[in-house]
């Protein structure tokens, strides 16, 4: 036989096999038919019964019950993570896979860890954080080395000059049982759907009607990034994201009411939204212009500005790339469940009615550029980019992301620590927002 014959049949038995192995009767085929393309879902976990002490969900009247400290045990056969506690509460733990987690989740708490413990690096635990995750809840993430079976919480009562502690025990397990039991449990699940379903009836409700906007008052929402358990990146003075974005974005939400806009604001407290959910509150409120505010950090400590991203058809550069990854990490930082078609960060397709979306925000990232550039540095080189940011992805909203500067960079940093400069940038993204509606 000659090579090349030979060659042809090797390379067409490698293209046909899997659709030869599709074709095949096996038992996933015929359970998706049978099911018509939805698989039926695994029973649900039982439900424990509340303790004492307040449940997921709720906020307790009076004080909040303090987590006074937390300790990471790391042994030959589990890692055992105690949390202490001035009240009971009810916690729930639960792995999540892809990436690897465990989240904790409990009702909302006063977080007083003086000196939050380290793991090694070394054990199960890689790495892990602590916040509020939604109002009522509080939540604890631990990024994982290994895949771990969670045990019980198992509560003790105080003594010998300790609060309520909650002990939980990490088991090393293999990668199938990981898989197998991960995911978030189906009533918290409901709740959340529940959740991001009364916060959209909200916004649907404070929406202004026709007749109020064709009056000509412009929509505008303004996004402060991260919030809650997710911190952002953290500035070498100490200054984090999630507070800087969050007070830019209360003055500018300020100075455009004062020149008469409706505005609307993802968030307005230290508080997580999942990023889905600030993409929904943009299209709910039918939004003009859709203004989401972060800062950067670059391993370069020397690089410093401003910048602006519009969205990209998935042609980000390397930097658009990587920028796109931090920002889009969002989700996965404060342990959402990205299973089962949640995930926001799917490849993005713009069709044609969304070209029109993004050659607006494309104009108003050019404008913004040029009246920021008056008072505050620029980034040197291309301040304005594209990349693939989940955030920007309403189709029907014009949208931009803002990265005010870099908190990796002393000077940058320092100066968006400043009323001065919050105020200077507010009144020079209000001025482009004038310029961009009273143009044609
Ligand atoms: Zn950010």
Known sequence: MPLRVLLLLILSAIVLAPAMLMAQDDPISRLMRQSQGSLPAAPPKPVPAPGPGPVIGTKPKGPLPIVMSARIGEHDDRTRLVIELSDPVNLRAFALANPDRVVIDMPEVSWRLGAPPRPSGFGAIKSYRYGQFRAGTSRMVIDLNQPVSVSDS???????????????????????????????PADLRKRETDAERLAAMIAAQQTPTAPARAAGKKIIVLDPGHGGIDSGTVGVNGLMEKDLAL???????????????TVFMTRENDTFVPL??????????KADLFIALHADAHPDPSTTGLSIYTLSDGRSDREGAALAKRENQSDVIAGVDLSGGNNPVAPILIDLVQRDTVNKSTRFATQAIARLSQVTDILARRPHRSASLAVLTAPDVPSVLMELGYLSNA?????????????EVAEAIADAIDGQFSAK
Not at 247 to 261: N, P, S, W
Not at 411 to 423: C, E, G, H, I, V
């Open 154 to 184: 198992l509560v003790i009562p105080p003594s010998a000059g300790f609060g309520y502690r909650v002990v939980i025990d990490l088991f090393p397990t293999t990668r199938p049982k990981f898989d197998a039991n991960a995911g978030s």
């Open 247 to 261: 007070a830019e974005g209360l003055i500018l939400a300020r100075v455009l009411r004062g020149r008469g806009y």
């Open 276 to 285: 889905r959910q600030r993409v929904a509150i943009a299209r709910t409120h």
């Open 411 to 423: 000077s940058d940093a320092r100066q968006m620590n400043t009323l001065k400069w919050r105020n």
